[in-house]
């Protein structure tokens, strides 16, 4: 079984930086797209970024310039770097892996609260 583990979040304040990390355990075969959403409360999930296996990043307008997705496929590893964080950014951010329209995956969610 496919298992996806995030960590990384936690407090910062605004203009702060964290850094995501999603550790993908199990064996993957095929081509596959990673990626990361965040759900605020009271809100719908919603993309942030997405990362393909040869390395093709696409972000959400909101976070273009600040976030930056990245993979380290030998170590089966997918990060997410945070930068200039506001308020706004606040959410439980979740690791997604996309094996097809009817295939994902997914992690529990970390935390990034951003709060003076």
């Known amino acids: 079984q496919v298992q996806l583990a995030e960590s990384g979040g936690g407090l910062v304040q605004p203009g702060g930086s964290l850094r995501l990390s999603c550790a993908v355990s199990?064996?993957?075969?095929?081509?596959?797209?990673m990626g990361w959403y965040r759900q605020a409360p009271g809100k719908q999930r919603e993309l942030v970024a997405t990362?393909?296996?040869?390395?093709?990043?696409d972000y959400a307008d909101s976070v273009k310039g600040r976030f930056t997705i990245s993979r380290e496929n030998a170590k089966n590893m997918v990060y997410l770097q945070l930068n200039s964080l506001s308020p706004e950014d606040t959410a439980v951010y979740y690791c997604?892996?996309?094996?097809?329209?009817?295939?994902?995956?997914w992690g529990q969610g970390t935390q990034v609260t951003v709060s003076s």
């Open positions: 997604n892996l996309k094996i097809s329209r009817s295939t994902n995956y």
């Open positions: 199990g064996s993957i075969f095929g081509i596959y797209l």
């Open positions: 990362i393909t296996s040869g390395g093709t990043t």
